[in-house]
């Protein structure tokens, strides 16, 4: 496990850094969001480089980051990509003036790398520490049913709401239609789902101690970056917004508290 946690910390330190360069360049530190999906793939298979042969668990661990991993950066990259830069580091770059490119390398890459290793420790372990002489158990296709589940949810919800969007009929509308009626966040909650998922895999292995990587993504995704900024923000700029939360599940799905429309 050592040499897997030495090995992915060189390799994301080396992703960050080339990112952080790349966005000096282009002027535009949102490239760093395209990247984190793309990041926790590298890790993988870069695990999967070192370690001694390994046996299902780490394939399983391998293909799954990889599906998820790859999905999640094509879809922002699509999304976001030529659309200048994100409102968060543009704030920071008026805060920081000519320091911003400096300043960022620590508040906005380094720490998004050192995020990004402690998240991905039941991958890391569970890669590393996969017998090829064992093969998978309940506990293994629980955590794949999750991850199931949260690849749906992420990616149906992205699907649905990027449909929504392309409607010039729904400018400055609420997306309240499909997954959306029972949560406000069907991407978020699939990915922490997704990351519960992961850890279950590892678990099986024995990694019970790597429940701090869920555990942070589950608080980013809550409360911090996912769900929680957005929320700060979201009503002042979505008309009838307040009536959706009321209506709504803030993240974990449910029944919507009173009828809505499709």
Known sequence: MAEAAAVSAVAIALLML???????????ASIVDLIWGFGFVLV???VLYFSAPVGTRGWLLVILT???????????TKRNLGKGEDFRYQEMRR????????????????????????????????????DPGLGVSLLDGAGTA????????????DWQLARF??????????????????????????????WWG???????????????????????LIRYSGAGLLEKTIGKRRPGYDEYVRRTNGFFPGPPRKASHD
């Not at 080339?18 to 535009?28: A, C, N, R």
């Not at 992961?198 to 980013?220: C, H, N, R």
């Open 18 to 28: 080339t990112t952080w360069m790349i966005s000096g360049l282009v002027k535009d």
């Open 44 to 46: 993988v298979w870069t």
């Open 66 to 76: 990889t599906v998820w991993g790859l999905r999640l950066s094509i879809y922002l």
């Open 95 to 130: 805060k920081h003036g000519d320091r911003f490119f400096v300043v960022s390398l620590g508040t906005v890459f380094g720490l998004q790398a050192l995020l990004m290793w402690v998240i991905s420790l039941p991958l890391q372990s569970g890669i590393a520490n996969s």
């Open 146 to 157: 999750l991850w199931t589940v949260g690849l749906f949810f992420e990616a149906a919800g």
């Open 165 to 194: 969007k392309a409607d010039p009929a729904n400018h400055g509308k609420v997306m309240d239609r499909g997954l959306w009626r029972y949560t406000r966040h069907p991407n978020y909650f699939g990915d922490l789902c997704v």
């Open 198 to 220: 992961f850890y279950l895999i590892a678990a099986a292995g024995g990694a019970w101690w790597t429940a701090v990587g869920p555990i942070l993504m589950s608080a980013l």
